[in-house]
């Protein structure tokens, strides 16, 4: 079974500065999805940025980039110019595959944005 | 983006009733449609996954008869807690994805206190 950690619950960055979230993953499959959701207050579940494992180059997304290690089954986000917007819960997850399949959540990390 | 909505946003019920929320894609067609169970400070856990025509797949340890789903279209997807209590209390989120989508779309989540 695949399993999703994120081994950092809180994570706390002053305004406009970098900070990076980690997360592992274990699989033994080759094709695969990542992905880090946010979750703001309202609950709502956003996504932020998706990786294709087969992909060498890293997603980036504005100020959302990730460093994909596949070997080493690290997915980690780097939010830069942080905003107090950014102040949210941070999910990564894994797919198996482009077939339906569901998606397996990190614990998550909560996200603290000082002014 | 795809939009999902979810109904009701909150409800609160008295222990042994049944409780039904309903998950529809608004802009498009899903063919499966995912169940999630959020409690406080946790993450998402995959209650089920939903085909439409088909009988749900439920995750281990998950009751059906007392989470039934139901996805009569490919819009809509209902979950419905039956004879609910106070540990059924909880935060509900559907997710749906297209056949020819890579990316699971978000309702807004559904509250769910029993009384």
């Known amino acids: 079974a695949q399993t999703v950690t994120q081994s950092q619950p809180e994570m706390s960055v002053q305004e406009a500065e970098t900070v990076t979230l980690s997360c592992t993953y274990d699989?033994?499959?080759?094709?695969?999805?990542l992905f880090w959701y946010k979750q703001p207050p309202s609950r709502q579940m956003i996504l932020v940025i998706r990786?294709?494992?087969?992909?060498?180059q890293n997603a980036t997304e504005n100020r959302f980039s990730v460093n994909f290690q596949k070997a080493a089954k690290s997915f980690s986000l780097k939010i830069s110019d942080s905003q107090l917007g950014d102040a949210a819960m941070y999910f990564c997850?894994?797919?198996?595959?482009?077939?339906?399949?569901?998606?397996?959540f990190g614990g998550g990390t909560r996200l603290m944005v000082k002014p | 983006g795809a939009v999902v909505s979810q109904h009701p946003s909150r409800v609160i019920c008295k222990s042994g009733t049944s409780v039904k929320i309903e998950c529809r894609s608004l802009?498009?067609?899903?063919?499966?449609m995912f169940w999630y169970r959020q409690f406080p400070k946790q993450s998402l856990m995959l209650m089920a996954t939903?085909?439409?025509?088909?009988?749900?797949?439920?995750e281990q340890g998950v009751e059906k008869d007392k989470f039934l789903i139901n996805h009569a279209s490919l819009t809509l997807s209902t979950l419905t807690v039956a004879s609910a209590h106070p540990e059924d209390s909880s935060f509900y989120i559907c997710?749906?994805?297209?056949?020819?989508?890579?990316?699971?779309?978000f309702g807004p989540g559904t509250r769910l206190l029993v009384l």
């Open positions: 997850a894994y797919r198996r595959d482009n077939a339906g399949n569901m998606l397996t």
């Open positions: 990786q294709e494992a087969y992909k060498q």
């Open positions: 997710s749906a994805r297209a056949l020819s989508r890579e990316t699971q779309y």
């Open positions: 802009d498009f067609q899903a063919t499966t």
């Open positions: 939903s085909n439409e025509g088909s009988k749900a797949t439920y």
């Open positions: 699989t033994s499959e080759s094709d695969y999805y």
